[in-house]
């Protein structure tokens, strides 16, 4: 079983819906983070969290750490945020990541 | 939030030779820095750590003299591919923190380098 599940594996919405992606881990973490992939590669960190709920335009993450899950939610959906989204809980006293397999999320007009 | 860069962007070089990818963070001092590698359509996967001033710690199947890494300042990392092989063609991304190496209480953000593809013919 991987160590960190994320669903879904693919999501298709139509422009201006409301999105939510699920991270479940199955190990001992301190903090997660949500990172957006585009095509190119370029990664880029969305947030880092180690309780509750953080707030960054239309985006919003939440993590219950005694569940072990985290979500993260898009509002108003538009087309540039078509990307793959990753959960990446950290682990260890260095912070290292340990990755989902991402959710490619695309976003029709 | 922090800038990291990466250099080069893209590299196409021949079997056998070395390629080395730098990593820099511009705006802060990154005591802790990562490489990761990305084949087509698979997740990343951390080749190593580093810290400032000390030995990379490498993942385990990840050839520490085929993979060279120097952290020789608080914003600049290497990594050298030595005698790259085709199968050694891959995205390498690296990100730093400015966590406090230990420091359980402390946990940074880590930022992302735009990434380096390599293709070993």
């Known amino acids: 079983k991987n160590e960190v599940e994320q669903s879904p594996q693919n999501l298709t919405a139509q422009e201006g819906e409301f999105i939510t992606i699920n991270c479940s881990y199955s190990?001992?973490?301190?903090?997660l983070h949500w990172l957006q992939q585009h095509p190119g590669g370029g990664i880029v960190s969305l947030f880092m969290?180690?309780?509750g709920k953080k707030k960054h335009g239309r985006l919003i993450a939440t993590i219950n750490i005694q569940e072990k899950h985290s979500s993260l939610h898009i509002t108003a959906s538009h087309p540039r945020d078509s990307a793959v989204y990753i959960c990446?809980?950290?682990?260890?006293?260095?912070?290292?990541?340990?990755f989902g397999k991402g959710t490619k999320l695309s976003v029709k007009p | 939030g922090a800038v990291v860069s990466q250099h080069p962007s893209w590299v196409i070089c021949k079997s056998g030779t070395s390629v080395k990818i730098e990593c820099r963070s511009l705006?802060?001092?990154?005591?802790?820095m990562f490489w990761y590698r990305q084949f087509p359509k698979q997740s990343l996967m951390l080749m190593a750590t580093?810290?400032?001033?000390?030995?990379?710690?490498?993942e385990q199947g990840v050839e520490k003299d085929k993979f060279l890494i120097n952290h020789a300042s608080l914003t600049l990392s290497t990594l050298t591919v030595t005698s790259a092989h085709p199968e050694d063609s891959s995205f390498y991304i690296c990100?730093?923190?400015?966590?406090?190496?230990?420091?359980?209480?402390?946990?940074?953000?880590?930022?992302f380098g735009p990434g380096t593809r390599l293709t070993v013919l």
């Open positions: 580093s810290n400032e001033g000390s030995k990379a710690t490498y």
């Open positions: 705006d802060f001092q990154a005591t802790t």
């Open positions: 990100s730093a923190s400015s966590q406090l190496a230990g420091d359980l209480s402390s946990y940074n953000e880590q930022f």
């Open positions: 990446a809980p950290t682990r260890g006293s260095q912070g290292n990541l340990i």
């Open positions: 969290l180690s309780s």
């Open positions: 190990v001992g973490i301190s903090a």
